[in-house]
């Protein structure tokens, strides 16, 4: 005999059949009886997550093998918002619940995240939180992701929060994938605020057992290709990063005090000029560029220089 899972079962000589609810893996559906194991698993993993941001050192670690950085998450919060609004953060998970009001005048409300949690509910107050994030690199890409683990929002709009520090606008790119709120930026020399965005135009917003894993990535860092653009381009190098330019007609290139890093460019019918630290050694071979060559330099530990051309 084969065995069948039960789903419902009716009795002779009774009309009514009895059935029985299937039960959720997914954790979402009201009403259903959970999963003993996937309930499980979530419970182990929001565990081990808020452990983790518990300690410094772990969460350090972690980081740096995830190409994740730090945006202030370090200190533990708990306590209230506004008077209707109550947050709990453990290192880079943030738990919000309470509700506000919908804004006559249609402004957004933003939750700052990095240094010590604050809320702006209007234009003025966002545009005054103090204490920015400095320690990005300008002109870097940056992703801040908002990933919601469990609770719920209700209300017009909430997405992730990226605001030019003295302003209140948010910039970037916003999207939202599943149960991702992602913003990318580009980091600007004034410093940044990052956080929760909430747009309560048309109605409250609620935000029920709301659990997010909040992170901040260095796009622009995870890249070992830089396009460089321009003919008279002055760079920069970090370890591991190979520059690309076209045809300059002068270039500065500085490369990393440690690790390798590369650069290739395309020296024109005229040739084009090429400054380098003093520090750096060249092959004995090499007594500058030439006109209609295309160079690849490549420099260890900012002083060994190798070099490859080739003519256009």
Not at 266 to 281: E, I
Not at 284 to 305: K, L, R
Request: hydrophobic residues 40%.
């Amino acid at each position: 005999m084969a065995t069948k899972p039960l789903r419902s079962i009716k009795f002779p000589g009774l009309t009514d059949t009895y059935t029985i609810a299937a039960t959720d893996t997914t954790l979402s559906v009201a009403g259903d009886p959970a999963d003993a194991k996937a309930a499980g698993d979530a419970i182990a993993a929001v565990d081990a997550l808020a452990t983790a941001a518990d300690s410094k050192a772990t969460v350090a670690a972690a980081l740096a093998g995830e190409g994740l950085i730090d945006y202030g998450y370090g200190s533990e919060y708990d306590g209230d918002i506004t008077s209707t609004l109550t947050m709990t953060r453990r290192g880079m998970l943030v738990t919000l619940n309470g509700t506000v009001a919908r804004s006559s005048n249609g402004n957004p409300f933003m939750i700052r995240l990095n240094g010590t949690p604050a809320y702006g509910g209007t234009a003025q107050a966002i545009s005054a939180f103090t204490d920015p994030l400095m320690t990005l690199v300008t002109g870097h890409q940056y992703r801040f992701n908002m990933h919601r683990i469990s609770g719920s929002f209700s209300g017009d709009t909430m997405y992730a929060g990226a605001v030019k520090s003295g302003t209140y606008a948010n910039f970037g790119t916003h999207t939202e994938i599943g149960d991702d709120f992602l913003v990318d930026f580009t980091a600007p020399a004034e410093g940044v605020q990052v956080g929760v965005r909430v747009i309560r135009k048309d109605s409250t917003a609620t935000l029920t057992n709301l659990v997010l894993l909040c992170t901040l990535e260095d796009l622009t860092a995870q890249s070992d290709t830089v396009e460089v653009s321009g003919s008279t381009p002055t760079i920069t190098a970090e370890t591991g990063k190979r520059y690309i330019c076209g045809e300059v007609s002068e270039i500065s290139f500085t490369p990393s005090a440690s690790g390798l890093c590369e650069v290739r460019f395309t020296s024109g019918t005229t040739a084009a000029v090429l400054t380098l630290p003093q520090t750096v050694v060249m092959p004995d071979w090499w007594t500058g560029v030439e006109a209609g060559y295309t160079y690849e330099i490549s420099i260890a530990d900012g002083i060994y220089g190798a070099v490859m051309a080739w003519p256009t």
